[in-house]
């Protein structure tokens, strides 16, 4: 109801009342200092100053809110932080917020629209946090431009305690293979991600575990049902082998990865939303090495066995021709760093050459199989019956929980032919048949005739040697020596063509001993080191791959052919040039 203004006087505020129809004058002239109307005048523009100041306090605000205030510890939720107002640049310390948070991503967006005609900017941040504890935990009050955002509650429950828990479209697995387990044990720690929705740009920590050794040695993908619900499952496997005893700690695995399906033609994919998963952590007990076990090395192993091989056949053995025996020692359940070396053969009638061990990791679903290779040049100096000795390693089985042992059996062989006589051998010149020739039936002057003669030959040969090398440029010696070369080279050719990849190493390692004394008691991979040769590099390495790796690698014949003969130049140069070998051997 509107009561209408009688009519009978006119009011100002600080001025007389005017009878009704009564004409107002113009006040008269009074000084601008002291007057009513100036006080009128001076408190609306006040008033108007105070509702301006009031519209802009209220314009300029800083606000905060979340999607959800109750989640999992490993769920995500999101923060939305807006500023309206005119001052514009900087941002919010947000590493407040890593107090109590993981910040997974960070966007930030300038804002203009019109509602009902009414128009308004802002500046606004979407953050995507994962909470680091469970409990009750506070998203800080944030300032900017003078401005502070209200602090936050939010409640972070156990994995899958939420009210759609039993609902979630992702969620992280850990699994261990046993219950407990003994030291340097290998322990195998499966992780599943179970999802319904597609993933991508999936990111994890990789796993570390102090005070034990870890390796990634599978990874799968495929699919599972879960009470009739279909999950995609990618799952990792890892070998943990604990350094002591005690507890093992496994701590909590991180998973951040991308909902939705990737559009190749959106900027900026606001239809997909960033998620953290977050594994729980498990501990097991670690015991110590048994009491009971009476093995020289600790070897938990879920299987061991000794394989022995030769590079041909052992009932061929003759004085003086090498034969290569190769046995392999492998475990499962054990990396090759844990196998320990074989007893080394000493048997009088027999000289070895042992090479350099080979060892080798191969992962699996079932984690670590480590091998070592142990392989022995073997050379009768006189025939006989010979027995190799037993080889016997001890370990404890993993599986059954009890001390074991694997045995290589002796091996037995006859060598035939003539025995070596080494007239440098230690001891030779304490033989009894070294006085011999000293008797008193010896004319005097016997001996000094033989090495008159001796000294003459020899200086016949040199004066015949120095005659040669002036009439021709090169000594009849150095050709001979090229030829004698050439005859190697087609006899190595030979074997590389037909034979095997066992007797192609050994009679190489042979011709460089020949060719290259000062490396002949080396491997061929060391005498490649050591004279710094390619070719001789790459041989060793095709021959390598194809005899000890697992599986074994087809020998390029043909490749290897080509290295030879390149080699075989290669040494040719260097003896045609003798200057070249003191700077080859000696640098």
Request: proline residues 8%.
């Amino acid at each position: 109801m509107v009561t209408p203004v009688e009519p009978t006087t006119t009011t100002l505020p600080n001025c007389r009342s005017l009878p009704a129809g009564e004409p107002v004058s113009p006040p008269p002239r009074r000084s601008l200092l002291a007057g009513e109307p100036l006080a009128c005048v001076a408190k609306a523009v006040i008033t108007l100053l105070l509702l301006a100041l009031s519209l802009t306090t209220n314009a300029q605000e800083l606000t905060a809110s979340v999607d959800r205030n109750e989640l999992a510890i490993n769920e995500t939720f999101t923060l939305t932080l807006r500023y309206s107002g005119s001052q514009r640049g900087g941002q919010p310390d947000f590493d407040l917020l890593e107090q109590d948070f993981e910040v997974l991503s960070r966007q930030q967006s300038n804002q203009y629209r019109v509602i009902n005609g009414h128009a308004e900017s802002f500046v606004e941040w979407t953050v995507i946090l994962a909470p680091l504890k469970e409990g009750k935990v506070f998203v800080p009050s944030l300032h900017l431009h003078g401005q502070i955002s209200d602090a936050i509650p939010i409640t972070v429950n156990k994995a899958g305690q939420t009210p759609s828990g039993d609902n979630r479209q992702a969620f992280l697995e850990v699994e261990l293979d046993k219950d407990k387990l003994h030291v340097q044990e290998q322990l195998l720690v499966k992780v599943r991600l179970y999802t319904t929705v597609g993933l991508h740009d999936i990111a994890t920590d990789p796993l570390q575990i102090r005070g034990a050794h870890v390796e990634k040695v599978d990874e799968q993908r495929y699919e599972r049902r879960i009470k009739g619900v279909g999950h995609a499952v990618y799952e990792l496997t890892y070998a943990v082998f604990p350094e002591s005893s005690g507890e093992l700690q496994i701590p909590a695995l991180n998973y951040v990865a991308v909902t939705g399906r990737r559009d190749p033609f959106s900027l900026f994919n606001r239809n997909a939303q960033r998620i953290r998963l977050r594994s729980e952590a498990k501990s097991i007990q670690v015991e110590p090495k048994p009491d009971s076990y009476s093995g020289s090395h600790w070897l938990p192993a879920a299987s061991l066995g000794l394989v022995q091989s030769w590079s041909k056949d052992p009932e061929e053995f003759k004085v003086g021709e090498p034969i290569t025996r190769i046995i392999t020692l492998r475990a499962e359940g054990l990396r090759a760093a844990q196998l320990p070396p074989l007893p080394k053969l000493n048997m009088e009638g027999l000289k070895t050459y042992p090479d350099q061990p080979q060892q080798e990791d191969q992962p699996g679903m079932n984690g670590i199989t480590g091998s070592r290779i142990e392989t022995t040049a073997i050379v009768a100096t006189k025939p006989g019956s010979y027995q190799l000795p037993a080889i016997t390693i001890t370990w404890w089985d993993t599986k059954n929980g009890r001390q074991r042992a694997t045995q290589l059996p002796a091996f037995r062989f006859n060598v035939s032919g003539a025995p070596v006589v080494n007239s440098a051998a230690p001891g030779a010149a304490n033989l009894p048949s070294a006085q011999t020739p000293i008797t008193k039936k010896v004319e005097p002057g016997f001996w000094q005739k033989i090495a008159i003669a001796a000294i003459a030959s020899h200086l016949f040969w040199i004066f015949y040697f120095f005659y040669i090398q002036k009439r021709t440029g090169k000594a009849p010696r150095t050709r001979t020596k090229l030829k004698t070369k050439m005859v190697d080279k087609d006899r190595l050719l030979d074997i590389i063509r037909e034979g095997s990849p066992q007797e192609i190493q050994l009679d190489m390692r042979n011709w460089i001993g020949e060719r290259w004394p000062e490396v002949g008691s080396l491997s061929i991979n060391d005498a490649a080191q050591q004279l710094n040769i390619s070719e001789l590099k790459q041989i060793s390495q095709l021959l390598h791959d194809t005899i000890y790796k697992e599986p074994p690698k087809p020998l390029n014949r043909h490749q290897l052919r080509i290295l030879t003969e390149r080699l075989v130049n290669v040494e040719n140069h260097f003896s045609s040039e003798p200057n070249q070998l003191p700077s080859l051997f000696n640098g």
